[in-house]
Structures are given as structure tokens and as C-alpha cells.
């Protein structure tokens, strides 16, 4: 069975609305030719003749009277459809969003994220998951609405994404640490013990690589899985732990930072999110919110 032209029931609505052709044809800006052409095929669409000959007029059969509110309420809802979405009231948004984030990005921005949407939108509900990879199933399954980190080869070419703030690598360790006395010099670096963060377990990072081309080589004597077990650890022992500055800023607030002897790449930190939500208001929202709050020193 041939699927019926759409298109056709605007021409109805306003043929049925108007009850003359000619009417109809000009609020449709169409010739009164193309105007009986259309209605031709509304009859033969719906195995009726519609509007019938009375008179001088014409006057609408019994299905057409039948049609008539319904048809008109389809172009209504068609014609919502269609149109762009109307501003979002956040006084009266309920919904909940989730957010695939590190926990350095949680534990620095969470608590002001919270804050910011519970002044403006106390009906959203902000959801926090872990972040075990760079893959982009979650985004595109739809499970989950929003995620930030550094784009990689894993992050799928559909995606959506913006860069947030730039971070860079800085060396932590407790205070009185025999790092916090003298110069310290890619060779005392070095020399230390050290804390690796690693969410597969690797065993090396960016580091060791420039450590390599200047054949100096560190033991790791502990590999975690997150900034702050990372600082946790070396807060309570004389590793040295490396994190990214701005995720871990809350973190080190009891704790030695120093610039890393070494220069190691900056990062570019940014939110990702599928297209699909591209034009929603409440999405674009919550973007905008993420932005403020990762803008703010």
C-alpha cells in the first residue's frame, strides 16, 4: 500500500476551514488549476468527494464535516512539532541529568555545579558517574546526557565538544617533604618514589617518556586509579604524586605543589555531548552552566 502524502493535509485543513476553492487557493498562494488538482487527489486519498457541489458553492460531505477538527488538530501538532523549541522554564524544570566526569573534575567542580543549578533550576537533579574510559557508547546509547575530559582516538566522530580550560601537570607531596628544601632539578625528581595514576594500570605516563629522552629513569611504587587516592597517598608518605593543577585544586590545599622539572604536554579539558541533544534548551542550559562554573579562576 503507497504511503499517503503529508502534505496533503494542510490542503485539507484549509479547504475544509474555507469551503471554496478559490479561497483556499489563495490563502494557500496557489493557482485555483493547482487548487483542483490538490483536491482531486484529497478524493482520491480518502475515497471521498469532500466538498460537493450545492448551488453556486460547495458544501462539505458527512466524512469532511467528520475530518474537520480532527484534521485541523493534526496540523496543529505537526506544526508544534516543527517548530523550534521554546525557552525552558527553570523555575519548573524537573529532570535529571548525568554527567560522565573523573573524580578530580567532580570533587574541584561538583559542589559549585550543584550549587549554581539548585539557584536556577531546584527541580534538576545532577548525576555524577565514573568515567572508567574515553569510549562514547554512553553518549550515544543515551545514558548518559553529558561528559567532560581530554579528547581521544576512543571519542566517537559524532560527538559534539567544546573546550572547556586548559590544564597542565604539577608534582605534589606532603609538607615537609625532603622536595620542599633546595632546587629541585629533573635529577632529584627523578630519584624520588612516585605515585602513578593510571585508570588501565599502566605502569609509565607522558613523564616517563621525557624522563627517558633524558635518561633519567623514576620508580613507581604505586599505581591508583585517581587524583585524589593519588594525593591521599602521598599525602600520608614521601611519594610524589603528579596531577592535573585545576582538577586537583581543592585537593592540595594541605599539601606541597610544585612545577614539574619536566615539561610534560598541556591539557585541553572539554564537554562532550551526542547532537541528538544539540537544539534541546534544558541541554543547552546545562552546558552554559558547565562553562561558568570551569570559567570561574
Known sequence: MQKPDFNLLHTLDVLLAEGNVARAARRLQLSPSAMSRALARLRETTGDPLLVRAGRGLVPTPRA???RDQVSQLVQDAT???RPARQVDLATLERSFTLRCNEGFV????PQL????AETAPGVRLRFVQKPNKQSNALRDGIVDLETGVIGKDTGPEVRTQALFRDR???VVRLGHPLTRGKLTPERY?????VLVSRRGLDRGPVDDVLDAMQLHRRVAAIVGGFSTALAIARASDL???VPERHTRSLRADMHTFTLPVATPVLTVSMLWH???DADPAHIWLRALVREVCATP
Do not use: K, S
Not at 107 to 110: H, I, L, N, R, Y
Not at 114 to 117: G, T
Open 65 to 67: 464535516l467528520a475530518l
Open 80 to 82: 508544534t512539532v516543527l
Open 107 to 110: 570533587e574541584t567542580f561538583g
Open 114 to 117: 550543584i550549587a549554581r543549578a
Open 169 to 171: 601537570f604539577v608534582g
Open 190 to 194: 627523578a630519584a624520588g618514589d612516585h
Open 240 to 242: 610524589i604524586a603528579g
Open 275 to 277: 547532537p541528538r541533544m
